[in-house]
């Protein structure tokens, strides 16, 4: 359900590679009307259970290569030898009420506040490192160096959390659901966001 006169919410989430982050934006999904997750461009290959157009569009490397130049993305960035880029028609769903979560890493999150100064920014926690090593190495597909290459991603975007508006600690699904949700409806009803979109109604 759209929100009838109001802006819609970006919501900017970030994770370290195997903290469950895309598991709860899912589930948050399906249990909230008016949010949805804005799918990225990719150049990596597909793993044996990511979906065209659901997970990501995934592209050539010259296909994605040409929408930069044509300055279709907001934000851009290449990521373990793969280039992952954001649409920005994405973004039309805010100007028709619709909340939109973007699911990017904390080099992309940066470059879209800077743009787009509303944005609300959450970071994604795995319960310990010992837990996202363990993760990393249960996923099918993943050579042992591309394991290394994302521990060691893994400790640069932790790094960088402090700067995020809210921190979410997936130890289990269903709480850390809950709190994301909490988080999105919270915003919604933040006094400057409704004031500016309804304000007038009460004036």
């Given at each position: 359900?759209?929100r009838?006169g109001?802006?819609?919410?970006l919501?900017?989430?970030?994770?370290?590679?195997?903290?469950?982050?895309?598991?709860?934006?899912?589930?948050v999904?399906?249990?909230?009307?008016?949010?949805?997750?804005s799918?990225s461009f990719?150049?990596r290959d597909?793993r044996p259970?990511?979906?065209?157009?659901?997970?990501?569009?995934?592209?050539?490397?010259?296909?994605f290569?040409?929408?930069?130049?044509?300055e279709?993305?907001i934000?851009w960035?290449?990521?373990?030898?793969?280039?992952y880029g954001?649409?920005?028609a994405?973004?039309?769903k805010?100007?028709?009420?619709?909340d939109?979560?973007?699911?990017?890493?904390?080099?992309?999150?940066r470059?879209i506040?800077?743009?787009?100064?509303?944005?609300?920014?959450i970071?994604i926690?795995?319960p310990s490192?010992?837990?996202?090593?363990?993760?990393?190495?249960?996923?099918?597909g993943?050579?042992?160096?591309?394991?290394?290459?994302?521990?060691?991603?893994a400790?640069?975007?932790?790094?960088?959390?402090?700067?995020?508006?809210?921190i979410?600690?997936?130890?289990?699904v269903?709480?850390a659901?809950k709190e994301?949700?909490?988080?999105?409806?919270?915003?919604?009803?933040?006094t400057a966001?409704?004031l500016?979109?309804?304000?007038?109604e009460?004036?």
């Amino acid at each position: 359900m759209v929100r009838g006169g109001a802006q819609g919410v970006l919501f900017i989430v970030s994770a370290p590679s195997g903290a469950g982050k895309t598991t709860l934006l899912r589930k948050v999904i399906s249990q909230l009307s008016g949010v949805s997750l804005s799918i990225s461009f990719t150049t990596r290959d597909p793993r044996p259970d990511e979906r065209e157009e659901v997970d990501y569009f995934f592209v050539p490397r010259t296909k994605f290569i040409n929408m930069e130049k044509e300055e279709k993305f907001i934000e851009w960035a290449e990521v373990h030898g793969d280039l992952y880029g954001t649409p920005r028609a994405n973004l039309e769903k805010l100007q028709r009420g619709e909340d939109l979560i973007l699911e990017i890493d904390t080099q992309g999150a940066r470059k879209i506040k800077e743009e787009l100064q509303n944005g609300v920014l959450i970071f994604i926690l795995p319960p310990s490192l010992e837990v996202l090593r363990e993760r990393l190495r249960g996923r099918s597909g993943d050579s042992e160096e591309a394991i290394q290459a994302r521990l060691q991603n893994a400790q640069n975007e932790l790094d960088q959390m402090a700067w995020y508006d809210y921190i979410v600690i997936n130890r289990e699904v269903k709480e850390a659901t809950k709190e994301l949700t909490s988080i999105i409806l919270a915003e919604r009803c933040k006094t400057a966001r409704v004031l500016r979109d309804r304000g007038g109604e009460y004036g």
